[in-house]
């Protein structure tokens, strides 16, 4: 049984992170996607649980993926679920140099392999990053994220569901 392991912040979860999971269905028998913690971005803008639940309510229709979120090393996870490969997508060069050390120091841990799929160019340019930002000063971003995390952030920043 072939594993993939999509490991990421998902701060929030979006249509480019949710094309490399349906793309990875394709060729994984099961996929688990994992809300972890960069300690390089603090001030996270939901909670761990927050995103599971996002993520859980935006993948109801891929039977094959599983999602858990935790506080943890990668290479923790990709053990303690059997993982036969990382997956990670890449939207630019720019994405790649930390994505190499990260597979690298992955692999020099554990010995598990990372994999890349480039994400389409219809979703090169979507960042969590700019969808906060965006969403935080009242712009519209559900042509960008699934409808569970577009209605998780109006609540969060104008208490109101679209
Ligand atoms: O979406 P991101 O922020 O690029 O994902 C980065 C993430 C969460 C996958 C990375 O920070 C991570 O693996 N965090 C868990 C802690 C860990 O294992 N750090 C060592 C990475 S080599």
């Known amino acids: 049984m072939r594993i993939a392991l999509i490991p990421g912040s998902f701060d929030p979860f979006h249509n480019g992170h949710l094309e490399v999971v349906e793309r990875a269905t394709r060729l994984f028998d099961s996929v688990v996607v994992a809300a972890l913690r960069n300690p390089q971005k603090s001030n996270a803008l939901f909670s761990l649980e927050e995103r599971r639940d996002m993520m859980a309510a935006s993948m109801g229709h891929l039977p094959t993926v599983s999602i858990v979120s935790v506080s943890t090393l990668l290479v923790d996870v990709a053990r303690d679920v059997n993982a036969s ?7 630019a060069v720019s994405d790649f140099e ?13 010995g ?27 712009g519209d971003v559900s042509a960008f994220v699934p409808e569970p995390v577009n209605i998780a952030l109006h609540e969060k920043f104008d208490g109101t569901t679209p």
Not at 85 to 91: F, P, Q, S, Y
């Open 98 to 110: 930390s994505e190499l050390q990260m597979a690298q120091m992955n692999r020099q841990l554990s």
């Open 112 to 138: 598990v392999e990372t994999l890349f799929i480039p994400t389409s160019s219809s979703h090169s340019f979507i960042a969590s990053r700019l969808l906060r930002e965006v969403a935080r000063y009242g």
């Open 85 to 91: 490969a990382i997956v990670k997508g890449l939207r």
